[in-house]
């Protein structure tokens, strides 16, 4: 197996960039974890970097979620746990995603047949995950960081994917961009970071299924766009219940 790096752009990594940037921000300034929740389960650079990719819906962009669960929780238990400063601990992160999922799909099968086993799978393990686990009372916060110093370190990321997007197939999709950042910004409620991964187990794999099931007749674009139809209905009443069941920080 080598691993290949290409410089080449195209016009969606130019998007890329504006919108991650526009999305972290907004996750950046928003203290309360719940607002901070929402942003990072929109799926904005997912949409943009399959755009960018080209490449049809299957089974690694469904397996890439459960690569960034064990992302998202491994920053937070080398940072809660083990006692690892944030900025040592997502790095890290990042490399167990880049790692995974290159290995991931170098023997990933794109037929039907793991497609849907996958699509299962993936789907109860998030529902066991979300409505098992209860949502905690985590400190509001707003970030002091200033934009000129995110602003670098979201265009460092951003070119680390494009970079070695094409190593990652479809896992490039799900990589960690907004929450690279949001991840630092959210220091102090990183479990409520890591059960918007289950979350998007339940109301991005809808999206995923419509993309998939209507790429060949709408084209890549038109499928996706009928998928974040079916993710918004999805989105609204399960986020009105985490907010129900969100403790009380006082």
């Known amino acids: 197996m080598t691993f290949d790096f290409s410089l080449a752009l195209n016009r969606w990594d130019v998007i890329l960039v504006i919108v991650v940037s526009l999305q972290t921000a907004i996750l950046a300034y928003a203290a309360s974890p719940k607002a901070k929740s929402v942003m990072m389960t929109l799926p904005f650079p997912f949409t943009i970097v399959t755009l960018s990719l080209g490449l049809d819906v299957d089974a690694t962009n469904v397996l890439a979620l459960v690569i960034l669960f064990v992302y998202s929780h491994s920053i937070r238990l080398l940072h809660d746990r083990v006692g690892v400063p944030i900025v040592m601990a997502i790095p890290t992160g990042l ?141 609204v009443p399960i986020t009105m219940w985490q907010w129900r069941h969100w403790p009380d920080p006082n």
């Open 95 to 235: 490399m167990i995603y880049i790692a995974l999922g290159y290995f991931a799909a170098q023997i990933t099968p794109r037929d039907e047949t793991t497609f849907w086993i996958s699509v299962v799978v993936v789907f109860l393990f998030g529902l066991g995950v979300f409505f098992g686990t209860k949502s905690r009372a985590e400190r509001a916060h707003r970030t002091s960081l200033p934009v000129f110093v995110k602003l670098p370190i979201i265009l460092v990321v951003v070119a680390l994917l494009v970079v070695i997007k094409g190593n990652l197939g479809g896992f490039a999709s799900l990589f960690p961009l907004v929450s690279v950042v949001g991840s630092y910004e959210a220091r102090y409620s990183l479990w409520m970071m890591s059960r918007t991964v289950p979350m998007l187990m339940i109301t991005l794999l809808p999206l995923l299924v419509t993309t998939h099931l209507t790429q060949q007749a709408f084209g890549l674009g038109g499928g996706l766009l009928l998928g974040w139809a079916v993710f918004f209905v999805l989105l």
